[in-house]
T-cell receptor, first 115, second 114 residues
Framework: NAGVTQTPKFRVLKTGQSMTLLCAQD?????MYWYRQDPGMGLRLIHY???????AKGEVPDGYNVSRLKKQNFLLGLESAAPSQTSVYFC??????????????FGSGTRLTVV | KQEVTQIPAALSVPEGENLVLNCSFT??????LQWFRQDPGKGLTSLLL?????REQTSGRLNASLDKSSGRSTLYIAASQPGDSATYLC?????????????FGTGTLLAVQP
């Protein structure tokens, strides 16, 4: 099925460890986004990309890095995990042009716990 | 700065009841508005998208309306079912050139009692 796939679905890290979250989409969307969701704070944008090889900071970028080496993949990296990064992370993609599938498509999320 | 508010934060209704969820936004210059559903521990499922030039969209028992001038949208659910129980999120995108980022409300938690 077409859509956005996130791996892994769950992860527990120790403080200071690093990891990479992978997002893959097969809809040929130009734009991709990483959000985090925390209780009482809704979804907040971490980083986004408007095309292969481009990235930009969102609302809460500190402590994260991203890369978009291929159009279909958007990677989110945590170089030195902190307990404040315990959250549910969502990847999303969309087409830049108005059309039937103009809206955002979200992945199923990665639940990350940093202890 | 665009802010999105959803009222009520939680709602419990008996099965079969029609209900309305509300979403308001502070900047009326939006590009589009999208309603999502999120089940516990799951991702977001897009329900309806209303582009800035539209007034409403319908899908099955769901109807979403948009009034840009007043900064409001409503999601109407007809003949509610226990399977409709979930958190409903409203999100808008502002005109921002190529980036048009989604700005979310904090959601309405709906419980439909059998």
């Amino acid at each position: 099925n077409a859509g956005v796939t996130q791996t892994p679905k769950f992860r527990v890290l120790k403080t200071g460890q690093s990891m990479t979250l992978l997002c893959a989409q097969d809809m040929n969307h130009e734009y991709m986004y990483w959000y985090r969701q925390d209780p009482g704070m809704g979804l907040r944008l971490i980083h986004y990309s408007v095309g292969e090889g481009t990235t930009a900071k969102g609302e809460v970028p500190d402590g994260y890095n991203v890369s978009r080496l291929k159009k279909q993949n958007f990677l989110l990296g945590l170089e030195s995990a902190a307990p404040s990064q315990t959250s549910v992370y969502f990847c999303a993609s969309r087409s830049p042009t108005r059309g039937a599938n103009y809206g955002y498509t979200f992945g199923s999320g990665t639940r990350l716990t940093v202890v | 700065k665009q802010e999105v508010t959803q009222i009520p934060a939680a709602l419990s209704v008996p099965e079969g009841e029609n209900l309305v969820l509300n979403c308001s936004f502070t900047d009326s210059a939006i590009y589009n508005l999208q309603w999502f559903r999120q089940d516990p521990g799951k991702g977001l499922t897009s329900l309806l998208l209303i582009q800035s030039s539209q007034r409403e969209q319908t899908s099955g028992r769901l109807n979403a309306s948009l009034d840009k001038s007043s900064g409001r949208s409503t999601l109407y659910i007809a003949a509610s079912q226990p399977g409709d129980s979930a958190t409903y999120l409203c999100a808008v995108t502002n005109y921002g050139g190529a980036t048009n980022k989604l700005i979310f409300g904090t959601g309405t938690l709906l419980a439909v009692q059998p």
